[in-house]
């Protein structure tokens, strides 16, 4: 079974550039997460999507990032513009709550390392 | 609101020993549920196993075990015989049964396999 895939995997801009990442999460799963890992911290969830509906976004900055899901598979996150506390990594992960013992475990992609200059 | 807390920052072990990661956790919600995941300078984050609150028995996926101890409010992680390959950054982490399935992360922990 392939994993979630994450491009790109490294991405470098300047500040207020605008960028965009793309995941593809693990074939059958409603629900995708995008998480924000800034260095020497946890992951943060951004947004979380039940198909293609929003669940939760309430630590989204929705003055700059955006993300959607239209078809309820495949998922853009999109910062515009970006500033330097941006710089972080950007994780993808998807569940089913027809998982593992049903916990509805997030199972994660590589990321993508954003550095924003 | 939920709160994960690693108190290591960094941890050493010798190869084939078995080594204890920490970690507590504070909700005031009765069901929720705790994982752990092993995130190697790769970036990509690895489920290694999950305790429900309400689990009679501490889970256990090969060389993991957690110790969970629910009147203390812990959760650590035992890695039994470790190997060069699980030196890597260590994270805990907490699910709610009121937040959706939303995960509430700790700071994590840096072990470091020695020979």
């Known amino acids: 079974e392939a994993g979630v895939a994450q491009s790109p995997r490294y991405k470098i801009i300047e500040k207020r550039q605008s960028v965009a990442f793309w995941c593809n999460p693990i074939?059958?799963?409603?629900?995708l997460y995008w998480y924000q890992q800034i260095l020497g911290q946890g992951p943060k969830l951004l947004i979380q999507?039940?198909?293609?509906?929003?669940?939760?976004d309430s630590q989204l900055p929705k003055d700059r990032f955006s993300a959607e899901r239209l078809k309820g598979v495949d998922s853009t996150l999109k910062i515009q513009p970006a500033k330097l506390e941006d710089s972080a990594v950007y994780l993808c992960?998807?569940?089913?709550?027809?998982?593992?013992?049903?916990?509805?475990?997030?199972?994660f992609g590589p990321g993508t390392r954003l550095t924003v200059l | 609101a939920q709160k994960i807390t690693q108190t290591q920052p960094g941890m050493f072990v010798q190869e084939k020993e078995a080594v204890t990661l920490d970690c507590t956790y504070d909700?005031?919600?009765?069901?929720?549920?705790l994982f752990w995941y092993k995130q190697p300078s790769s970036g990509e984050m690895i489920f290694l196993i999950y305790?429900?609150?309400?689990?009679?028995q501490n889970a256990t996926e090969g060389r993991y075990s957690l110790n969970f101890q629910k009147a203390r409010k812990s959760a650590n992680l035992v890695i039994s015989a470790s190997q060069l390959g699980d030196s890597a950054m260590y994270f805990c982490a907490m699910r709610v049964q009121g937040g959706g399935n939303k995960l509430t992360f700790g700071t994590g922990t840096q072990l470091k396999v020695e020979l």
């Open positions: 992960a998807s569940s089913s709550p027809r998982g593992l013992a049903g916990t509805d475990t997030q199972y």
């Open positions: 999507f039940q198909n293609n509906g929003v669940v939760d």
């Open positions: 909700t005031s919600d009765p069901s929720y549920g």
């Open positions: 074939s059958g799963h409603a629900t």
């Open positions: 305790q429900g609150s309400y689990d009679q």
